[in-house]
């Protein structure tokens, strides 16, 4: 799959808000994540799991990415796009940094902790040696709703 805006964006983001809402059986945060490879095959999945696992280190991100590192056997993740639902934060930045993404596709700007351009921009920063192209916004506002939904109910 090239990187950039791809029309399958939206349908790999249903299969990440899918994640989400799943995420909600365990009471945590709803935020999920689909790892697609050039193909367009989805090759990892991952949901919030904090709560389910008292694992602070459980986010949708990580837990994607922990899945296929394990079938491939490889840390280099040089040729996916991760797909979340939620801007990803410091920790998930990292990993993704680490694990050498090309693409990120999100959907919610996460105003409290972002770091893919909203409070921080690490994904992005030119003095690191990895950066990452950043497609956000899709299905924003089905993401974001699936999040206020949850907190308000909390």
Do not use: Y
């Amino acid at each position: 799959m090239p990187l950039g805006v791809d029309p399958r964006h939206d349908e790999f983001m249903e299969l990440a808000l899918d994640e989400a809402r799943s995420a909600l059986q365990t009471a945590d945060v709803p935020v999920g994540a689909v790892i697609v490879d050039a193909s367009g095959q989805v090759i990892g999945r991952g949901r919030n799991a904090r709560e389910a696992r008292a694992d602070p280190t459980a986010h949708a991100e990580v837990e994607a990415i922990r899945q296929v590192t394990a079938a491939r056997g490889d840390w280099r993740l040089d040729d996916v796009v991760l797909v979340v639902t939620l801007e990803p934060c410091v920790m998930c930045a990292g990993a993704i940094l680490a694990a050498r993404i090309p693409t990120v596709v999100f959907g919610a700007w996460d105003e409290k902790a972002g770091a893919a351009g909203s409070i921080h921009d690490l994904l992005r920063d030119r003095r690191l040696t990895h950066t990452v192209e950043v497609v956000p916004g899709v299905r924003a506002a089905e993401c974001a709703e699936l999040l206020t939904r949850f907190f308000r109910e909390a």
